[in-house]
């Protein structure tokens, strides 16, 4: 069945873009940043709940692979996956693809370490790994 995914359409808005008329390329991390977002709330457990719960998942990897253009108004889809990496730490794979022609635009993974409202690595709680690794999201 492969790993619980989530996909959310996003589209170009001006000040994305810069001067060469494509997205500007730190934009890609905020698209990762919603996809993520709306797959853990796909998942049934919203980032607000969860830190409601004492867990956080603060950035402590970034990896982007650009991969193709995309402009102004262009309808995106970023398509989200996640799985433990390591004992107290949470991958998120990312793939961002032009809505109307599938072209890639680019892929990458984000890893969050997992900690408490005090910042201290815990392991993932099994209320969020078993939420994560079921496969009942769109």
């Not at 709330?41 to 990897?61: D, I, K, N």
Request: positive net charge; hydrophobic residues 35%.
């Amino acid at each position: 069945m492969g790993l619980p995914q989530s996909s959310i359409r996003l589209r170009i808005r001006y000040g994305e873009t810069d001067q060469m008329g494509t997205y500007y390329n730190a934009r890609v991390l905020d698209w990762f940043e919603c996809g993520r977002t709306e797959f853990l709330r796909a998942a049934g457990v919203p980032y607000a709940q969860m830190e409601q719960r004492g867990v956080f998942l603060p950035l402590v990897q970034a990896h982007i692979n650009y991969a193709g253009r995309a402009r102004y108004d262009d309808e995106l889809i970023v398509t989200t996956t996640a799985s433990p990496e390591g004992r107290a730490r949470i991958r998120f794979d990312v793939h961002i693809t032009h809505a109307d022609r599938s072209s890639e635009v680019a892929n990458g993974y984000t890893i969050h370490a997992a900690v408490n409202a005090n910042g201290k690595p815990i392991r993932p709680p099994t209320w969020l790994t078993d939420t994560l690794s079921q496969n009942r999201m769109a």
